[in-house]
């Protein structure tokens, strides 16, 4: 009798095993969350000081707390821009983290100390002008981030940052749809963009609009990856359908390199 009661309490026991493994494997994976905090600056001290605070206080510090993948970008315009841009693009699994990341920092001691030249610059010698802060989650069609699959020298990829506006709300949860239910993502994973993450903007200045990156080679590589989507079949037939039209009101295209110390 006991041996029965065994094989019965085993059989129950591989059947929730097996039924946990099955729920699991069906299970879609959650859609990140992701901050991209944009340091404006001046001149290449202030360049210097956010450097030295990114590479070796910020940069060790997220990945202390378990956020890793992060990336570090500069403006290819920045040689020749009054405005210069460091992009620095962090992602979560839920909103809570973003919340909480500024208490994780200020609890590590090994933070502070490292930030200190940041942290306390004087104010009359800022490490920067401005700080910009914009909030995103990712599509439903790209749930997470991708690393992308790049050989070439850092200083010679192209990342490039699209913000597309739209001129109401409506129009702007169309052109959502246009990437994931219109397959617009489909169409950049078949012709191999290096995309990093594609995420609506939840919180920023230039709202409704929703953020996307890619990456390639080097700006040759760029320009043929473009000319071959423009030219695709699928895009056409996509970009004419009736009930995609005038969803983008405006387009802001970043192009973008990554620091050597940034993590892809």
């Not at 821009?81 to 909103?95: C, G, P, W």
């Not at 090994?110 to 990712?138: C, G, M, Q, W």
């Not at 506006?165 to 078949?190: P, Q, W």
């Amino acid at each position: 009798m006991k041996s029965k009661s065994f094989k019965r309490i085993g059989t129950l026991f591989a059947s929730i095993i097996v039924l946990l493994v099955l729920c699991s494997g069906g299970r879609k994976p959650s859609r990140e969350y992701y901050q991209l905090i944009v340091y404006h600056f001046q001149n290449a001290d202030q360049e210097e000081i956010l450097d030295n605070y990114l590479q070796n206080a910020l940069l060790p510090a997220l990945h202390r707390a378990k956020i890793n993948n992060v990336g570090v970008f500069k403006s290819r315009a920045n040689d020749t821009a009054a405005d210069k841009l460091i992009y620095v693009f962090e992602s979560f699994t839920s909103a809570e983290g973003i919340v909480k990341l500024s208490s994780t920092l200020s609890s590590d001691g090994t933070y502070v100390a490292s930030a200190d030249e940041y942290l306390k610059a004087p104010y009359n010698k800022p490490p920067f002008t401005r700080i910009e802060t914009i909030l995103l989650h990712a599509f439903p069609l790209a749930p997470q981030m991708q690393l992308p699959a790049l050989h070439s020298p850092k200083k010679d990829r192209v990342y490039e940052l699209r913000s597309y506006e739209s001129a109401t709300e409506e129009k702007f949860h169309n052109k959502v749809d246009m990437f994931n239910k219109g397959d617009e993502i489909g169409l950049f994973r078949r012709l191999n963009f290096n995309a990093i993450f594609y995420s609506e903007v939840i919180s920023g200045s230039h709202m409704p609009n929703l953020m996307y990156m890619t990456s390639f080679e080097n700006k040759e590589d760029r320009e043929q990856h473009w000319k071959t989507f423009v030219d695709d079949p699928y895009w056409k037939k996509l970009s004419a359908m009736p009930e995609y039209q005038n969803n983008v009101s405006h387009i802001d295209i970043s192009f973008l390199y990554p620091a050597e110390y940034s993590d892809f």
